[in-house]
């Protein structure tokens, strides 16, 4: 099985990269998935994050060490766990990264990361349906729309908030991330908009882009230090899927750094303590 770009995990990452990279229709691309496809309903339906939170059906319900600095308690990590990934069972918030936080980025030495640089990504990636065009796109995949019904609890808080001179903010993505307001939704006529509807659904009749679910990455094939392949498991199979030209790791936060310990990459002592052959001594 041979591709130009091998992606592991079809998450928020692994969608918009298999949507761009296949675009051009001469790029052969292999996405795969560990968990099912998006078919449970309750991914769809905005409250229904409720019914996916701690459902090991599309996600994969992990949990911490115990950690000192919560009384030795394990703590809930959830991470989805299906087409889509954690965009198929998270809150549906959209509320950016901090003007601030990316100018730091930028002064301390990454050329390309202030927000004046990462806002034209933001617009490209959003069909918005309310907000300033200086700071929102609507030609974008990712459909981002109000909350249509005010309630008058809220109100009550927003007013609040008026009174202690917070103030009211109808758009956080926009010229000020500062006030109390309604934030907008991920969704799309009511349904939630994940990457996997917003990205990979209308790219899936592309004869270049190949879609494998219920697919779970074992570890990446290496010639030295560079990733030319996966080993993938299907239906109790191993297979290779090797890489003319890259592999993209998108399995997540917890999961792509796993990948690259059980593939010999990580702090030598805890590689070392599990079995694994070292590659590379990389620390935390
Ligand atoms: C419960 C919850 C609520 C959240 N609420 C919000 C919110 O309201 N607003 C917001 O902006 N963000 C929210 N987030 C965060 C946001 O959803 C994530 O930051 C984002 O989806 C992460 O994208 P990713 O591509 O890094 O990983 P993911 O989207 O998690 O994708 C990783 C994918 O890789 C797959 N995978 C993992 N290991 C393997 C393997 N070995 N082989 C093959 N596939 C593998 C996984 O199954 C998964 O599909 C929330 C997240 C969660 C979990």
Known sequence: MIHDYVIVGAG????????????????????????????????????????????????????????????????????????????????????????????????????????????????????????????????????CSPIGRKHELIEAVIAAGAELAIPRNDDFNGASQEGVGYYHLTTRRGRRCSAASAYLKPARGRRNLEVLTRAHVLRLVLDRTRATGVVFRRNGEDVVANARREVLLCAGAIQSPQLLQLSGIGPAALLASMGVRIVRDRRA
């Open 12 to 143: 928020s990452a692994g969608c918009v990269l298999a949507n761009r990279l296949s675009a051009d229709g001469q790029c052969s691309v292999l996405v795969l998935e560990s968990g099912p496809p998006d078919t449970y309903p309750w991914i769809h339906i905005p409250i229904g994050y409720a019914k996916t939170m701690f459902n090991p059906r599309v996600n994969w319900c992990f949990y911490t060490e115990p950690e000192p600095g919560m009384n030795g308690r394990k703590i809930y990590w959830p991470r989805g766990k299906t087409l889509g990934g954690s965009s198929s069972i998270n809150g549906l918030i959209s509320i950016r990264g901090q003007r601030q936080d990316y100018d730091a980025w930028a002064a301390a030495g990454n050329p390309g990361w202030s927000y004046a640089d990462v806002l034209p990504y933001f617009k490209r990636l959003e069909h918005a349906l309310e907000g300033d065009r200086a700071f929102h796109g609507t030609d974008g995949p990712l459909c």
